[in-house]
């Protein structure tokens, strides 16, 4: 029959379609979407072959929905960290300060499992290749929050135009994602560096793009 309900595979019911989000998760994380198979996930989910297809229609379904749910608890945490600031602020009735703002947009890339790389190269490949759901993400997490971390931006220096701002935190963005899709064993600081430098050190990349960052915007 045409409209007849795919029956659940055997071996995904209950929490299944759960598994398969955390585990498609981490792998995608681990070693990248392109290099995850659907029976690497399903294999490590301890799911039917058939369940991707069941739950969520094909492997790319799959990956804009854990960019959907990325986004969101990156959201929650930056709206946290920048209300905990603007608290403070008015609180010793001082100036927002750009070093905080920074530090709120930076640390869902670097806090521990919250896969701050992952979340980068999907926004990338959204960049390259949008669709209706990585539409979504922006316009229902990424873009409201865009908003209200420039509104931010603007109290920290009066004296600089919102448009202005809102071209720093565009260019500022994109020189976090190209920062955070980098961190690999051969990444292009250790190469330029002659193994100086290494991008991999989550904590010293931090450090430095920090620093640029804020000298950037400062202006």
Request: proline share 3%; charged share 25%.
């Amino acid at each position: 029959m045409k409209n007849r309900k795919e029956p659940v595979p055997a071996q995904a019911g209950g929490d299944a379609r759960e598994r398969i989000l955390v585990t498609a998760e981490l792998l995608f994380a681990k070693q990248g979407v392109d290099k995850t198979s659907t029976r690497d996930i399903t294999a490590e989910a301890g799911v039917n072959v058939a369940s991707i297809n069941y739950y969520f229609r094909s492997k790319e379904a799959l990956a804009e929905e854990i960019f959907m749910r990325l986004a969101q608890r990156v959201t929650v945490l930056r709206l946290a960290d920048l209300s905990r600031y603007m608290d403070a602020a008015r609180e010793s009735k001082s100036s927002l300060r750009l070093e905080d703002l920074i530090d709120c947009f930076l640390r869902p890339y670097f806090a521990p499992g919250l896969h701050g790389a992952l979340l980068a190269r999907f926004i990338i490949q959204h960049r390259l290749h949008p669709s209706e759901m990585t539409r979504r993400v922006f316009v229902q997490y990424l873009d409201p929050f865009a908003m209200e971390f420039i509104d931010a931006l603007c109290l920290t220096d009066k004296r600089v135009s919102r448009v202005e701002w809102l071209w720093r935190y565009n260019l500022m963005t994109g020189t976090v994602m190209l920062a955070m899709t980098d961190i690999g064993p051969a990444n292009r600081m250790t190469a330029l560096s002659n193994g100086q430098a290494d991008a991999s050190q989550t904590g010293e990349l931090k450090r430095h793009l920090a620093g640029y960052l804020c000298r950037a915007l400062a202006g």
